[in-house]
């Protein structure tokens, strides 16, 4: 999927012991697992802190509107009552994400949530300033509510960096407690503040981003969980040819003092169930065993809702579509959402698109496990059209791509390429562009659909400062970046994602590939490196992967943006053509500079998004071995950047240095070479020297990412209708109240926190420190 836009947006990828558990499962609301055992921990880390506004919303953050009502307003009944439903189902399997985002990230949503229910947000504020509470404070606290609900959880979707309130600890708590929940119950409310007030507020360095063990925050693995846990893992994993989309994994020690890794799958089913749980077993020197029932409540809800909006379905591809998802929700089967998504991608040139289920792998540290996910969206016929006419030319485009043919797929898989207007999206965040399924065998073999999101894009190009560029380069950006990023995301989803090769050993042991013939670019020797039976990208470049991908689709959309003939399809020739070429480049470049060394944590020397490290590396190539074409100086020392492109050399040089680098990385993904892949990113993506300092000089410069104010559907009378809310924290928050008009999910949402709480027990001292 992709998910960057140039300036504001998110995230893409083809847009990652004890007795038997069948004696001691757990038959509780979660199904959670075994519950025997007790969490091994890991020794706590307390450091210095970082500066304290990099984790702050500030109060002049901007909230943009999604508006999709004239699209909405032009289905028919039937068509809006289809879509309310899978909206619906988008809703609720979305907060599984707080779940997946941290262990606090829940009790806060429950807080939160229940405080805004319980009065109109003008009769809380006048409680509250009445309380003592200044207004700056209460704008915080809805800044932050707003944070929060926006990004599913407590750290940002694009960057996994935590973020905390804007105000005292002290005036937070004055607000909750001059809030009608509070009076109504002030035990369970008191309760819940007490129990995140620390974690919410804490910037000890372990707790400030995502991450494994001593380097962040995560639970897709239980807090004790270290790097060399989840290369054992996915090790074990890999000899049961299972992918990781759908779990997450907890260590805990068996009765004889080994480890004991569970691998819980998502279901609403809880029970053992033969070929998809399994009993615990040896494996070096360690324990696994599979069970199943994560997020059970809540997808129980997704589930009823798909299963609602079959029946106003326009036909067999759909209907099938949600049953298989509704399968895999239920039983905790990914082969049933994979068979969900044949039947997606037979749908062609739908009324309304939906896509739901676990699937980007950026947050899990590994990247293997996938985020739940869900949109709903209408066509937009208009723009729809040009990414028609660059399908019609994709086959003839891929062969222009530097790699050659032995390196890409043997049959072209046309794909369906549509522009939509997005009524939900439920996640960490919203996408410019769309490229899935991501499942391997499905994408090489039987084909994939790309989407842009286009009133996602218009909304979040709403930046007021764009710092590091001449005043030149700032007018032609301002002008062409919508225009260039809607070229730039159908080269980077269709030619980018949909093309190249994974050179593949059967299981029969034959080969994809002429063994004898084909040669590696790289070395022209015979292919030594390849893709064995059950290995799959994810699994094979794992934390890379993500980055790795990333990088080499929007190679394609620079690579292939200087030819004229592919701008035309967008509308543009002759020197706006070439503007708009230039401004691509210019944007994405400038990107690297701007935006992404803000995702870059000097503490632990990682990346925390991938996106922002693929932007970085195209960034440092073309400066390093550009000679000039691309310069970055420091025109004001400790303050200020400029960033200089030479808009002449780019279908020149910049054209060649790209289609080299192109050929390295579809070489290195074609054949598997990890390792490989590794050192050659590891070369570009380094912030040291100058750039480390640099780094200081981006962040001065900051400016937050927008937050998307979404719409809701409401039913009345058989009829659905839209509702819209002010571009605002205050619209924001009514807009999830009037989602989720009940405390329901809320008490879900508590129980299941609950339930996960002992495998993250050891984070609590360092949240209390």
């Known amino acids: 999927m992709f998910r960057i836009l140039t300036i504001n947006l998110v995230k893409c990828r083809h847009i990652l012991t004890a007795d038997s558990f069948l004696n001691k499962y757990s038959k509780s609301l979660t199904g959670i697992g075994p519950l025997q055992s007790k969490p091994v921990h890991p020794a706590i880390v307390v450091n210095a802190m970082e500066d304290k506004s990099n984790f702050l919303l500030p109060n002049n953050q901007r909230f943009v509107e999604l508006d999709s009502s004239q699209a909405f307003n032009n289905l028919t009944n039937k068509e809006k009552l289809y879509a309310h439903y899978l909206s619906h189902a988008a809703w609720n399997g979305g907060l599984i994400v707080l779940l997946q985002t941290s262990p606090e990230s829940p009790k806060i949503f429950s807080l939160l949530h229940r405080i805004f229910l319980g009065e109109p ?37 694009f960057g996994d960096t935590k973020f905390i309130p804007n105000l ?46 001593s380097k962040g925050v995560t639970t897709y693995f239980s807090s004790n969980c270290t790097e060399e846990d989840s290369n054992l893992v996915n090790d074990w994993m890999k000899t049961k040819r299972i992918e990781a989309y759908i779990c997450r994994t907890f260590k805990t020690t068996a009765d004889d003092g080994l480890p004991l890794y569970t691998i819980h799958l998502a279901s609403v089913e809880s029970s053992p169930k033969p070929m998809l749980t399994m009993d615990k077993e040896l494996y070096k020197n360690a324990y696994f065993q599979v069970t199943r029932g994560d997020y059970s409540p809540l997808l129980k809800l997704a589930s009823e809702n798909l299963t609602k909006a079959q029946e106003y379905a326009a036909n067999d591809n759909e209907k099938n579509m949600l049953k298989h998802y509704v399968n895999s929700f239920n039983e905790g089967d990914l082969n ?182 084909v040669k590696n670019p790289l070395t022209g020797k015979e292919i030594e490196t390849w893709y064995s039976e059950g290995e799959t990208y994810d699994s094979k470049f794992t934390t890379l992967g993500s980055a790795f ?81 691309l310069t970055v100086t420091e025109p004001a020392r400790g303050q200020d950047l400029l960033l200089t492109l030479d808009r002449h050399r780019i279908a020149t040089d910049g054209k060649r240095i790209i289609g080299e680098f192109l ?100 984070l609590e001292p360092l949240a209390a420190a």
């Open 168 to 213: 005292s600890k002290d005036a937070f708590e004055l607000i909750v407690k001059s809030s009608k929940a509070y009076e109504n119950d002030n035990t369970h409310i008191t309760k819940l503040w007490q129990k995140v007030q620390s974690a919410m507020y804490s910037l000890t360095p372990r707790l400030t981003s995502l991450g494994l063990a």
């Open 336 to 517: 049933e959402h994979k068979e969900g998504s044949r039947f997606w991608i037979k749908d062609k040139g739908p009324i309304i698109e939906t896509y739901q289920g676990f699937i980007e792998t950026y947050r899990d540290p590994s990247g293997q496990r996938g985020e739940f996910e869900g949109f709903v969206a209408m066509v937009n016929k208009e723009m729809s059209k040009k990414f028609g006419r660059l399908v019609d030319g994709a086959e003839g485009f891929i062969k222009l791509l530097p790699w050659g043919q032995d390196l890409e797929k043997d049959t072209f898989l046309r794909p369906d390429f549509t522009s939509l207007d997005v009524l939900t999206f439920s996640g960490s965040g919203i996408p410019a562009g769309i490229n899935i399924p991501n499942y391997d065998e499905i994408r090489q073999n039987e084909g994939f659909k790309n989407v842009s999101l286009g009133n996602v894009i218009p909304a979040a190009y709403k930046e007021s400062v764009i710092p590091f560029l001449s005043e030149q380069d700032k007018a032609l950006l301002d002008k062409y970046r919508v225009a260039s990023f809607e070229v730039q995301v159908g080269l980077h989803e269709l030619l980018g994602h949909g093309s190249g090769k994974l050179l593949r050993q059967n299981a029969d042991g034959t080969f994809n590939f002429d063994k004898e013939k």
């Open 121 to 157: 947000l003008e009769n809380l504020k006048e409680s509250a300033l009445k309380a003592g509470v200044s207004e700056d404070d209460f704008q915080a606290f809805l800044v932050y509510a707003g944070g929060l609900f926006a990004n599913s959880g407590n750290y940002k979707g």
């Open 663 to 762: 050929v390295k990385l579809q070489t290195l993904k074609a054949t598997g070479d990890a390792a490989a892949a590794e050192q050659l990113f590891a070369r570009y993506s380094r912030l040291e020297g100058e750039w480390a300092r640099w780094r200081d000089i981006v962040l001065l410069h900051k400016q937050p990412r927008n937050i998307f104010v979404q719409p809701n559907t409401i039913l009345k009378d058989k009829e659905v209708e839209l509702k819209r809310y002010p571009a605002s924290a205050q619209g924001m928050v009514s807009s999830w109240v009037e989602r989720f008009p009940d405390t329901n999910v809320d008490d879900l949402l508590e129980q299941l926190a609950d339930a996960q709480a002992k495998y993250f027990e050891d």
């Open 549 to 629: 991908e990333e990088c080499r689709a929007e190679a394609v959309g620079l690579y292939l943006s200087v030819l004229p003939e592919i701008v035309k399809i967008f509308g543009y020739e002759g020197q706006e053509a070439e503007d708009v070429t230039y401004v691509n480049w210019l944007s994405l470049l400038w990107n690297g500079v701007a935006k992404a060394t803000e995702m870059y944590q000097p503490s632990t020397d990682t990346w925390l998004q991938a996106h922002a490290r693929a932007r970085f590396v195209l960034m440092r190539l073309l400066q390093l071995e550009g000679e000039g074409l």
